[in-house]
């Protein structure tokens, strides 16, 4: 399922988190399957740090359930 795999953009050790060299922040996401099977991505924001982009990304992952 798509919470256990592998992101293919992350350029860092956690899913849905990477670095944007031309930003020089750090970008979280989430990506969903549809029941149509469509992926759809939700950008969540931009970080300074790691840290920061790991709790925004946890406390919109929490705030859906």
Known sequence: NMENSKSTQSNT?????????????FVAQITFRSNS??????HIGQY???????????DFIKSLF
């Not at 099977?37 to 939700?42: F, Q």
Request: glycine share 14%; net charge positive.
């Open 37 to 42: 099977g469509k992926s759809i991505a939700y």
């Open 48 to 58: 300074k740090t790691l840290k920061e982009a790991i709790k925004g990304r946890e």
């Open 13 to 25: 050790d956690y899913k849905g988190i990477y670095f944007r060299k031309s930003l020089g922040e």
